[in-house]
């Protein structure tokens, strides 16, 4: 498995001192909180409530730039205003996509860590 790492726990470490068991923590609460995240903006966009994609996006927002996923930084940024201002509604899905399938990659790296 030689992909890319997509996260950095730099933030962390540097947040937490080096706190080995706290970085543990953050990451353990990351891996079990973002598929709820996820589920909530694919069951949103399906029932076509973007104003919650935006919310669903916006609560996970700091989750993605504590684990420096650098790749969604804007990505979810874009999910958050299209989905409460409703534009660029055409792209949502595909942008979607693209976050969840990052996101699955970056747990599965986590949890091989």
Known sequence: MNEEQLYSLEQLEAMSAGDEAFINKMVEMFIHMTPEAVDRMVTSLANDDLEDVGAA???IKPSIDMMGITSLRQKIRDLEQWGKNRT???????LLDDVIHTLNDVIQQLKAR
């Open 88 to 94: 660029n509604v055409d792209q949502i899905p595909d």
């Open 57 to 59: 996006a916006h609560k």
